[in-house]
Structure formats: C-alpha cells, structure tokens
C-alpha cells in the first residue's frame, strides 16, 4: 500500500478503505461515504480495523492514537463510520497544529 494521503481526511479514509477492500468481493454499489459503518456496510472485522489504523498512521506519517476513537470505558463500541474516522484525524490535526 503506498501512501493514499489526500486533501481532506474524509478523502484519505475513504482512499485507504477502497484500498483495504478492494480485493473484498464487495458489491458494486457498495457505498463508501462519511455515514459508511466500517463493520456494519464494509465488513471489516477486528484485525481489519486495525490494519485501517495502521494504514492512516502511516499515510500521515504520525500516530493518532485510535483508541481513544474505537474504545469507551475501558470497552470497544460496536462500529464507526468512515466519517468518525476522518473527524477524529481531523481534530488531532487540528490539535497538533495548536501546539505547534
């Protein structure tokens, strides 16, 4: 996989996962947006999800901490949508931009 970084995270995570699934069998019409449950529409389990994780990691070349994203309360939620990704890539840009 070489770096999918695009312009905005929702773009970058919506490159990543078209990526992750491509070889998938996924239906044609299967739909890759910012309301796109990860689990829920894609497929993706467990190891898939952190193979996302490292993939976004490494398109921006830094380390997001996607746990605070995937856990609450010491627990996994149930799904994210790829939206929830890129808004939670987007405020951790946005905080290392203000410690800067």
């Known amino acids: 996989m070489s770096n999918l970084k695009k312009d905005t995270p929702i773009d970058t995570v919506t490159a990543v996962a078209v990526d992750l699934t ?41 380390r997001f901490g996607f746990q605070d994203l995937l856990m609450k309360d010491g627990s996994y939620i149930g799904d994210v949508s790829l939206g929830q990704f890129a808004d939670f890539i987007a405020s951790r840009l946005d905080a290392k931009g203000a410690s800067a």
């Open 22 to 62: 491509q070889d998938w069998g996924l239906d044609p019409g299967t739909k890759f947006a910012s309301e796109t449950l990860v689990a829920g529409d894609l497929g993706f389990t467990s190891i898939d999800i952190i193979q996302l994780c490292v993939a976004l990691d490494q398109s921006y070349e830094t």
